[in-house]
Nanobody, 121 residues
Framework: QVQLVESGGGLVQAGGSLRLSCAAS????????MGWFRQAPGKEREFVAA????????YYADSVKGRFTISRDNAKNTVYLQMNSLKPEDTAVYYC??????????????WGQGTQVTVSS
């Protein structure tokens, strides 16, 4: 079993920045592809960003490309999401996810409990 715990969410003004962290434990962290999803009230969960187990490949939703950066530090068992130039439409609960492949990320695998990000105008 893999445990994922997100942190770093909060309230920020439009144009500001936040850095989310996802701490993993329970199994070999470096074996997993990791990613971030988000869900706003009344809306479907959407993909935000993903990173391969080695950190060599990253993927982003068009809506966040150029503003968000995903990274991982396997030595610290932690994945990060640096969010810059935040917009009100980025407001959502952000979830960390893990799976053995990028192809299956977000379908099954493991999930954190989420951290709230609120961007004010």
């Amino acid at each position: 079993q893999v445990q994922l715990v997100e942190s770093g969410g909060g309230l920020v003004q439009a144009g500001g920045s936040l850095r989310l962290s996802c701490a993993a434990s329970g199994r070999t962290f470096s074996s997993y592809a990791m990613g971030w999803f988000r869900q706003a009230p009344g809306k479907e969960r959407e993909f935000v960003a993903a990173i391969s187990w080695s950190g060599g490949s990253t993927y982003y939703a068009d809506s966040v490309k150029g503003r968000f950066t995903i990274s991982r530090d396997n030595a610290k068992n932690t994945v990060y999401l640096q969010m810059n130039s935040l917009k009100p439409e980025d407001t959502a609960v952000y979830y960390c996810a893990a799976d053995l492949s990028l192809a299956s990320l977000g379908t099954v695998g493991y999930w954190g409990q989420g951290t709230q990000v609120t961007v004010s105008s």
